[in-house]
């Protein structure tokens, strides 16, 4: 064996596949790049994207092969036996471990065992660990019927993920940055404080005066409860403060669920904001009492029920809104309202 050959080389397109991962940096197809650059080096049947969150189930977002049946199972009950989700490491920076180092220390659950042979039909999963938050964590799970994956496997997974690691904070920052700028361009250039919580509600993002806005706002720092999980798109607070609920775009796993708050100090009450936007656009009375409800966080069986009229005829009337605002869906009924005034 000449002194520069070694046991194993990088298979072909791997430089090309590494390439793709750098440039899907920010974009939503980032993590599945990540698994399509690793399966040439760490074989597997199928994989499985999910995101772990400290004592909730996990959100299983992405996956290559799974049966639907075993992904109800898992969604059920059986997500509480699995061991990734109360491994001790799971909180570390980062880390590759296989299902069968997991249960080195001890058996595995009789019940996930079978599931994991019968509903899966797997032998052996290898998981690259990326941390979101202090209370969660991203995991690719590389998944092999017949075969369990080798300590070199182990090994160099570990090893790739030093660079993976690095990628991944990139993008994270990408995809807060491209959030933060579009909330910002939401707010219609008036000064704005905006808030990013992940979907167990830890911050992903808090711009630098939302701590002094939030206690003008509502006499504390931090966001209420109540409010953090509310569906309204629109909330008078003190002091002329308004918190608006925009929609977060993009389906990549860090901002699976998140949700975004911009606050804003407002001229106006919202009535009287809501007035001058249904004399700018022609909105009837009718249509200024649906765009109010759905900013309230009402849906169209309960705009129905208190405007008393038919399900059919709330959409109808949204179209009409839709089209005087030259807009497509209820999605981007916030940001026209936000930069029309």
């Not at 090309?16 to 899907?24: E, T």
């Not at 979101?132 to 991203?138: A, T, V």
């Amino acid at each position: 064996m000449g002194l520069h050959q070694r046991d194993h080389d990088l298979p072909a397109g791997f430089g090309r596949d590494l390439a793709r991962v750098l440039s899907r940096i920010g974009r939503d197809d980032f993590y599945e790049s990540v698994i399509d650059a690793v399966a040439p080096l760490i074989p597997c049947d199928f994989w499985i994207m999910a995101r772990y969150e400290t004592a909730a189930q996990p959100r299983i977002l992405s996956e290559s092969g799974m049966a639907p049946g075993a992904k109800s199972a898992y969604a059920d009950k059986l997500w509480r036996l699995d061991p990734l989700a109360r491994a001790p490491f799971a909180g570390e920076s980062h880390s590759a471990i296989s299902l069968r180092t997991l249960c080195a220390d001890g058996s595995l659950d009789r019940t996930y065992a079978r599931y994991l042979d019968v509903d899966l039909g797997i032998v052996d999963e290898l998981a690259l660990l990326l941390p979101l938050n202090e209370r969660s964590f991203l995991a690719l799970c590389l998944d092999r019927h017949s075969e369990a994956f080798d300590e070199r496997e182990v090994r160099l997974a570990s090893e790739m993920l030093d660079l993976l690691l690095e990628m991944h904070r990139q993008h994270v920052t990408r995809m807060v940055e491209r959030q933060v700028a579009r909330s910002a361009v939401l707010s219609g250039g008036a000064s704005a404080e905006i808030l990013i919580l992940t979907a167990n509600g830890t911050p992903l993002f808090q711009s630098e005066g939302w701590m002094e806005a939030a206690r003008q706002a509502f006499d504390r720092a931090a966001l209420p409860g109540h409010l953090a999980s509310t569906d309204r798109h629109v909330i008078p607070a003190n002091g002329g403060w308004c918190l608006f609920r925009p929609a977060c775009e993009g389906t990549d796993a860090l901002l699976h669920d998140a949700r975004i708050f911009v606050l804003r100090k407002e001229a106006q009450d919202f009535g009287s904001r809501l007035d001058r936007l249904a004399r700018l656009y022609g909105l009837t009375e009718r249509q200024k009492q649906i765009v109010q409800l759905s900013f309230e966080g009402h849906h169209n069986a309960s705009i129905a029920r208190l405007l008393n009229i038919s399900i059919g005829g709330v959409k109808n009337h949204k179209l009409r809104i839709y089209d005087k605002l030259d807009i497509t869906s209820e999605r981007e009924l916030l940001p026209a309202f936000l930069m029309g005034l």
